[in-house]
């Protein structure tokens, strides 16, 4: 007996739906992940002298984060379905039409500043004994992180990383707000190019960041890669404020950021460069 015809058309609509999230989810991982690996190739010897760890990441590696990167995705996109459907039951709002400009950035900003607090927590969570094993020791695999650990994740912290979004946007819905689509869209670019530079394990910015005070709360690449080489400290993700307010940051994270972009090319530095090549 066949299937009557308005279920299958769900059905279609979706596997439809889901092709479309996954799709959408791997093509920012890929893209972003490929991208930071092109730059950390083309600037060679030149971005090798900023390398944080001297140990480096194995072929072995390489193929766990990509291999557990694409089962994130497809979890992720199971939220990204969950959110449409939410937004069809008329749970969520979120627009696809016009928009200004002022409160596009000023949504992306608000979504932006309370990933990092849900990030930070739901971090430090993870990190207890009772569920550090199961939930992200995974994730710590990867002791000299590369770019293609973004996504590298255990199923259940890859659902506790999706939940935000549609969590956020029910709360916002709740609160009487209606997001527009291309903020969440700017939000979730953000989020994947931060994470790919975060785990790039070559300090990309420039000597006296963490010293500026205008500069000094944004996230470096050695503020996560201390936290990969440690495990303790460095919780945050876009910025350094919830660690330093809570004691967690790493006592020596300023202190190691100066030593790895004040480096000199030296007959030392070289051979250490030719040696990891």
Not at 66 to 75: D, E, I, N
Request: glycine share 6%.
């Amino acid at each position: 007996m066949s299937a009557p015809a308005p279920f299958l058309s769900v059905i279609e609509m979706i596997a439809e739906h889901m092709a479309n999230a996954i799709y959408f989810d791997l093509s920012r991982y890929f893209i972003a992940a490929s991208i930071m690996t092109l730059v950390l190739w083309a600037g060679g010897r030149w971005l090798e002298l900023y390398r944080i760890q001297t140990r480096r990441a194995k072929s072995a590696d390489y193929a766990r984060e990509v291999l557990s990167s694409l089962r994130t995705a497809f979890v992720f996109a199971v939220t990204t379905l969950s959110t449409v459907m939410m937004r069809e039951a008329g749970l969520v709002r979120f627009s696809l039409g016009g928009f200004e400009w002022w409160v596009l950035a000023v949504q992306t900003i608000a979504m932006i500043l309370a990933h990092d607090a849900y990030f930070y927590w739901m971090h430090r969570a993870i990190h207890h004994r009772r569920l550090f094993r199961i939930w992200h020791l995974h994730h710590h695999k990867s002791k000299a992180p590369t770019p293609w650990a973004a996504y590298s994740f255990s199923i259940w912290e890859g659902v506790s990383e999706a939940a935000f979004v549609p969590a956020f946007l029910l709360a916002a819905t709740t609160l009487g707000t209606e997001y527009h689509g291309l903020a969440v869209l700017l939000f979730l670019w953000h989020m994947i190019i931060r994470n790919c530079i975060g785990h790039c394990g070559v300090e990309i910015y420039p000597r006296g960041w963490v010293d500026n005070p205008w500069t000094g709360w944004w996230n470096t690449v050695t503020h996560h890669d201390l936290h990969h080489s440690a495990g303790t400290y460095n919780f945050g993700l876009y910025f350094t404020w919830w660690d330093r307010w809570m004691g967690t940051e790493h006592p020596r994270y300023r202190e190691t950021f100066r030593a790895v972009t004040t480096r000199q090319r030296t007959p030392k530095t070289m051979r250490v460069m030719e040696t990891a090549e």
